[in-house]
């Protein structure tokens, strides 16, 4: 137990533990996304182009922000299946909201304005995230088991909400003072899309939460040995609803921007992107029994998967194959991490 | 086993009794409240739907069973009924696009083929679980999105329609007057209780979920027995599939979707742990069935499917919920 703190230590402060296995882990990621760019630029002459370069990077926005969500729950030894339903969710929930809220005892229509939706919507993926959080810290559910099924049900109630349709009259009305919607998914700041920024700030957060406060170490000790971080006195609970409750939130950021993107909200985005941001956390080099990974490992872990879909769509490839090969790297990058930890496997 | 484990083993076998004849009663309820509420509900037309719906899923929730009792979880149960589906439909249609060349071949070939499909993509899932520890759900979360695609892929992402009268047979066809699906529900289940109850098979499955090491240390092959638990997971999910296929008389690409869920809801409804080592196939039975009476009595009622759905979510934390209240006790 005691190599496994000093190396959560290590991570908190890379500087103090620059241990070769390390390096050699997040040069593994790297050296990946080089080779990756390397190839698809010489076979198409249309993939580094900066157009595509940020169009690609405004794809990594989406899946980077849940992946950093999932990285949090990761550290703490749980998993979130349900984050690309909370992105649905959110994003209807929006929409819902953008399309004028109708109350009848008043017998008003209520229109927000866009900072107010925006808020209404990340408390939305707080909440599953905390509904996620409390069946797995309070009620003992597996956390596999309970994402599960919020997955389900945040899903039907995307469906319910909008029975099925999807909402595509976000760009509110001047007269309304509701406008302004589109400016996360489409505006630029000096060329690059503002959703860059997005990730940015978030990962910069995070980077920080996790490196400079004391719930960063808590968190690593959590996800490192449990048992042990509460005999020391660490909230071992509450770190735990804690993450999930962040995971949603960047769920819901996630969901804003991808519904700011395609100026429309539908109950069906976001199917399956829990896989793609669990390959990134794992391509990443986090370890699926906590502890450890880092948001820079993550990060790098997203633009590997994104870069290469990308690749291979533009060369030619059935999108079909994107589904075979994302579960092919999720079980190849644990793999990986668990003979670069040395570890004697896991336990479910 | 010292005198400690056959304690341990009287008290979680006690527990699994209550949970047994528990769930039994709540189906017993249940039943009794449709009865009242909607006089369709208890006509010999509706049972047979019953029955024949919970059989898809009673089917995929014995394969889980098995996996559940080591351990372990098998997510990926869903793509494998579509994959096993259209690749052993595609030998059993009479469609020139979407049969391979020479179709159609005889039933038994196209029903081997599934079963064959299924098995494969079970191994798969073993192999990694048992001998590169990788952990089951993330294996069989790849296998879902793997097996999908390749689902894809095979199709072109369209149906492999027009099967053959006799391959069709297993989903609409009767023996003495009960339909297949639920004469093949019946004949796994039967199987798969003299496996558990009466085989040494069973036996290592029980200890190798309970306490792994203490199955290594007695001589048990645990990463063998691991192995084959998915393996069985598999071939069920490969007939369930086609029996699918043979009843809607076409193998969708997209059927399976989220029927992982249903499956280890029966599982856990029925009171089989997931920690492993203590559970009944008899219990995954009644669980099976009471999910399709609450389904049924849902249609019945006609609450919208979104609902379902919801609920469906929530029935399985709380049955989860309910494991772990019970764990506290034994």
Known sequence: ?348 | MNTNADTQDFKARAADYGQRYGILIALVLVCAALALANEFFLTQRNIINVLRQASINGILAIGMTFVILTRGIDLSVGSVVALAGVVSASLATTSATAGVAGAPYAFYIALSLGILVGMVAGWVNGVLVAYFNVPSFVTTLGMLSAARGLTLLYTGGRPVPSLTDEYRYIGTGDLFGIPMPIVLFAAVFVVALVVLTSTRFGRHVYAAGGNPHAARVSGINVKRVRMAVYIISGALAGLAGMILAARTGSALPQAGIAYELDAIAAVVIGGTSLSGGVGRVTGTLIGALLISVVNNGLDLMGVESYYQQVIKGMLIVAAVMLDQARHKHA
């Open chain 1, 1 to 348: 137990m005691s190599d496994r703190t000093t190396d959560a230590t290590a991570q908190a402060a890379p500087k103090q533990g620059l241990n070769l296995l390390h390096l050699l882990l997040e040069g593994r990621a790297f050296f990946a996304l080089i080779a990756i760019i390397a190839i698809f630029s010489f076979l198409s002459p249309n993939y580094l182009t900066a157009s595509n370069a940020l169009t690609m990077t405004s794809q990594v926005a989406i899946f980077g922000l849940l992946a950093i969500g999932m990285l949090l729950v990761i550290l703490s030894g749980g998993i979130d299946l349900s984050v690309g339903s909370t992105l649905a969710l959110c994003g209807v929930f929006a929409g819902w909201l953008m399309q004028g809220v109708e109350l009848q005892s008043l017998g008003v229509i209520l229109y927000l304005p866009v900072w107010a939706v925006v808020v209404c919507a990340l408390a939305m993926g707080a909440f599953v995230g905390a509904v996620n959080g409390i069946l797995v810290a309070f009620l003992k559910v597996p956390a596999f088991v309970a994402t599960l099924g919020t997955l389900y049900m945040a899903r039907g109630a995307a469906l319910l909400m909008t029975n099925g349709l999807t909402f595509n009259r976000l760009s509110g009305d001047p007269s309304l003072g509701n406008t302004g919607f589109e400016w996360l998914g489409f505006n630029r700041l000096w060329g690059v899309p503002i959703s860059i920024f997005v990730l940015a700030a978030t990962a910069l957060a995070a980077h920080l939460l996790l490196t400079r406060a004391p719930f960063g170490r808590w968190l690593y000790s959590t996800g490192g040995n449990a048992r042990a971080a509460e005999l020391s006195g660490v909230p071992v609970r509450s770190v735990q609803v804690w993450v999930y409750v962040l995971s949603g939130i960047c769920a819901a950021i996630a969901g804003l921007v991808l519904s700011s993107q395609l100026t429309s909200a539908g109950p069906t985005a976001g199917t399956t992107y829990e896989l793609t941001a669990i390959a990134a956390v794992v391509v990443g080099g986090a370890s699926l029994m906590g502890g450890r990974g880092t948001i820079r490992g993550t990060l790098l872990g997203a633009f590997v998967i994104v870069y290469l879909g990308a690749g291979l769509v533009i060369i030619g490839v059935s999108s079909y194959w994107q589904t075979v090969f994302t579960g092919a790297v999720i079980v190849l990058a644990v793999m990986l991490n668990s003979i670069q930890y040395g570890g004697k496997g896991f336990k479910l």
